[in-house]
């Protein structure tokens, strides 16, 4: 079963601008990951936050939690036309990542 | 020095035929999956192996069979293949310890007319 939401499903900015992307889920989880999917490509891991920590940082990412509101988002800061992919959460079930269940994925345009 | 690396990249294939896809991942990971995506880009897991030994297998028909000769390998075969089968088939490999994140391949485009 689905587990995941991404939100909005599709986001056009322009170069240099944030991009915000959301992701609720369902049940307790105890990490939350992000993945990048480039067109015709596999899906890459980003970055991954555990139940216990509210926000976690790598490079321009920005990845926070709520486990109150089974939410987290994913911020990309002073975008580049690189970051052009769908954007995927994806939270474990069966009490660790021996399957991971994905969202359906925003599909971000960072235009030049 | 591909990762995981996935073959064939397209499959053309008429319907009722039979095709593999074979998967192989040099990280020496313990666990490797297939996933299946749609055309809505929806992913969902159909199989996991953890060291040749099956451990999840979704509501996938009995004509899709997984195998894995060795813990780097994880092919899928397709019997009898239908309409609704074409999509993007995923390997993944995964050091499978908690937390630990997924290592894709780059799919195989299935399109069955």
């Known amino acids: 079963s689905q587990q995941g939401e991404e939100d909005p499903q599709a986001l056009s900015i322009q170069e240099g601008e944030n991009a915000t992307m959301n992701c609720s889920y369902k049940?307790?989880?105890?990490?939350l990951q992000w993945y990048r999917q480039n067109s015709g490509r596999g899906l890459v891991h980003l970055i991954l936050i555990r139940s216990n920590e509210r926000e976690k940082h790598s490079g321009r990412l920005r990845v926070t939690l709520d486990t109150s509101k089974k939410s987290s988002s994913l911020l990309i800061t002073a975008s580049r036309a690189a970051d052009t992919a769908s954007y995927f959460c994806a939270t474990p079930t069966q009490g660790g990542s021996e399957k991971l269940v994905f969202g359906k994925g925003t599909k971000l345009t960072v235009n030049p | 020095d591909t990762a995981v690396s996935q073959t064939p990249k397209y499959l053309v294939t008429q319907m009722g035929n039979d095709k593999s896809i074979k998967c192989e991942q040099n990280?020496?990971?313990?666990?490797m999956y297939w996933y299946k995506q749609d055309s809505k880009k929806f992913l969902k897991i159909m199989f996991s192996?953890?060291?040749?030994?099956?451990?999840i297998n979704e509501t996938v028909p009995n004509r899709f069979s997984p195998k894995s000769p060795d813990k780097a390998h994880l092919n899928l075969h397709i019997n009898s293949l239908e309409l609704g089968d074409s999509a993007v088939y995923f390997c993944?490999?995964?050091?499978?310890?908690?937390?630990?994140?997924?290592?894709f391949g780059n799919g195989t485009r299935l399109t069955v007319t």
């Open positions: 192996y953890n060291n040749k030994e099956l451990i």
């Open positions: 993944a490999s995964s050091p499978g310890l908690r937390d630990s994140p997924l290592h």
């Open positions: 990280l020496g990971h313990d666990t």
């Open positions: 049940t307790s989880i105890n990490n």
